[in-house]
């Protein structure tokens, strides 16, 4: 699992030759959590990119609008930011790789039901991650 402090695909060819290898060498399975941005991070074509190298896509979807997700992740792309995650879905889907988009509960059921929606909209899977103070 690529996942941590930062967003993996600002080193997208480390993840590349990480994730090349652990696929030659072990042939795991391999997930990158991402933010998203990665056609505005690492250029277009990172989809293509990865097929082969990662078999799921967990995307931190947060919010159900560009306005709201811009209000809540500050994104440097702005409201830009939002659509590219979604087009980055679309993109993963079409190479065969699975798409997850989650969400914490303390979102309020009314959001939790929108953003589910929106990532049926992609063809995303959906996940409801549970707040641990």
Do not use: H, W
């Amino acid at each position: 699992v690529f996942c941590g402090y930062g967003e993996p695909t600002c080193a997208f060819d480390m993840l590349k030759r990480v994730a090349a290898e652990v696929k030659r060498r072990y042939n795991l399975p391999v997930r990158v959590n991402t933010n998203g941005q990665a056609k505005l991070i690492a250029g277009p074509g990172v989809a293509k990119k990865m097929k082969g190298l990662v078999d799921v896509v967990s995307v931190s979807l947060n919010a159900s609008t560009a306005e709201k997700y811009q209000n809540l992740c500050r994104s440097i792309f702005g409201e830009q930011g939002f659509y590219a995650l979604l087009d980055f879905a679309k993109e993963l889907k079409a190479e065969g790789i699975k798409v997850v988009f989650s969400v914490v509960d303390t979102i309020g059921a009314e959001e939790i039901e929108a953003c589910r929606k929106v990532a049926e909209s992609v063809g995303a899977e959906f996940r409801e991650r549970t707040y641990i103070e």
